[in-house]
């Protein structure tokens, strides 16, 4: 008679009973082991979830929304099953369920549902001068989509926010009602379609599936520069859905006016609502950040920590965050101890804490010594080349180096309007691209603003 001998896994995990209910301190100690394995995972609202039974070896928990029940199905499947075994000593499973699932929901332009972030919500969402007016617009859309600001156009540089507040709005339309059809893409994914639907004879299709929907969200939609016949397809499906009064949500990294090769119809069509800058977030809003977001993970921050990060981190809120999640790595290996001492260790090889703020007249002093030029030349609406190209170098490194829009940057020099710098910008990036000498020139000054 064959027997099975069992191995070191199945001698140690007892198997677990067909049904029955689980038990709450188990359950209690799975989250502390989550909480403590897998920092960056932990959510505070991990706290609501709750374990209803154990059914043929798989814990039922019931989570409260679908965007919750999205982030667990896709990240914390495996993180929660290993912490039920190393607690009960069994072979389990973890599986997570949302009752009243909606009938609608967010899709991608593959009419798959998009995974929502239950973080990028607008409760999560920290308000300051920096973005004030497109957090109001967001929620004013969420609540009466179609009426309230149609299209809402945010525009701003990588990691402000854009995401979270599109994402914001996709939770609370969806709140309100759970049948709303969403679709949400990237402008990329958009062309993509576009050009197969043409190449497949399948534009019927295409113009039903984006023409059909309450509510259009497209993420970068300064993708379109230059591609003419998509921008004539988007001309026709923006008119039909703003005809029907549903609801269009767009994104960039730039407002309508300033994306090069758009079609004036566009640029017009896309001013019709609310187009709202996000700014750079100030010193009090990043700390305002910090706080929430190590408050969504459960985690204490003293405050002279915080003040640290908050310094120490500017550009955006995606590096706010990645910050924390580096601090709360290293404090694991500190016996969970963070204080400023170790937030120091854990940010220092950045560089860029004794790294000066760079500002518009240290730009002014670079520039003209090293072109031998005046501030007043710079400034005047003199055009000859000895003077044109340093001032655009100027503009160029303006709109790197500190917070101002073009707009503001054409003040400092006469008075001149967005376009013109917009112009300088790409001018000077296109002559670092293809002449070595001026890249050569540009590192220089480049080098002098911030290691000086």
């Not at 923006?238 to 005809?243: D, E, G, K, R, S």
């Not at 100027?394 to 917070?403: D, E, G, P, S």
Request: charged share 25%; proline share 4%; aromatic share 8%.
């Amino acid at each position: 008679m064959l027997t099975h001998t069992p191995t070191r896994r199945e001698a140690n995990v007892r198997r677990a009973p067909e049904n029955s209910s689980f038990d709450p301190a188990a359950w209690r100690q799975i989250l502390d082991a989550v909480r403590n394995q897998h920092p960056s995972l932990h959510r505070i609202w991990f706290d609501q979830l709750v374990p209803r039974q154990l059914t043929n070896g798989v814990v039922q928990v019931t989570v409260q929304t679908p965007a919750q029940l999205n982030f667990c199905q896709s990240q914390c499947q495996k993180p929660f099953t290993a912490a039920a075994q190393q607690v009960t000593g069994r072979l389990i499973a973890v599986s997570f369920h949302c009752d009243n699932l909606p009938r609608g929901g967010v899709f991608n332009d593959s009419e798959q549902p998009l995974l929502l972030n239950p973080d990028y919500t607008f409760e999560n969402f920290v308000t300051g001068p920096c973005n004030r007016l497109p957090h109001a617009a967001a929620v004013a859309v969420g609540e009466q989509p179609g009426k309230a600001y149609n299209p809402l156009f945010i525009h701003g540089g990588v990691g402000l926010g854009k995401t979270h507040l599109l994402q914001a709005i996709c939770s609370k339309v969806l709140e309100r009602d759970p049948e709303a059809r969403i679709l949400y893409l990237s402008c990329d994914a958009f062309i993509n379609q576009f050009i197969n639907a043409i190449e497949t004879g399948e534009m019927n299709q295409f113009r039903f599936r984006y023409r059909q929907v309450d509510a259009l969200v497209i993420d970068d939609i300064h993708f379109l520069a230059g591609r003419d016949r998509t921008q004539e397809e988007f001309f026709h499906t923006f008119n039909t859905l703003y005809q029907n009064h549903k609801q269009i949500i767009l994104s960039a990294d730039c407002p309508p006016s300033e994306i090069p090769e758009l079609e004036e119809r566009l640029v017009s069509r896309f001013n019709w609502g609310l187009v709202a800058r996000i700014e750079k977030p100030c010193y009090e809003t990043r700390v305002a950040i910090l706080k929430k977001k190590a408050r969504m993970r459960g985690l204490e921050l003293a405050d002279d920590v915080v003040c640290y990060i908050a310094g120490k981190v500017e550009n955006n809120t995606r590096e706010l965050e990645g910050a924390i999640t580096k601090i709360q790595g290293m404090g694991l290996l500190q016996n969970g101890v963070i204080d400023l001492e170790l937030a120091k260790a854990a940010l220092g090889d950045t560089g860029t804490a004794e790294q000066r703020r760079v500002t518009i007249q240290m730009i002014f002093d670079a520039v003209t010594k090293y072109y031998n030029v005046r501030l007043s030349d710079l400034q005047s609406k003199k055009r000859h080349k000895s003077i044109a190209f340093p001032r655009q170098v100027c503009m160029f490194l303006a709109r790197r180096h500190t917070r101002y829009s073009l707009e503001e940057i054409g003040g400092y020099f006469g008075g001149r309007d967005h376009t013109t710098v917009l112009h300088a910008v790409r001018t000077v990036d296109g002559d670092c691209k293809e002449d070595r000498e001026i890249a050569k020139q540009l590192a220089t000054i480049d080098n002098q603003l911030t290691n000086t």
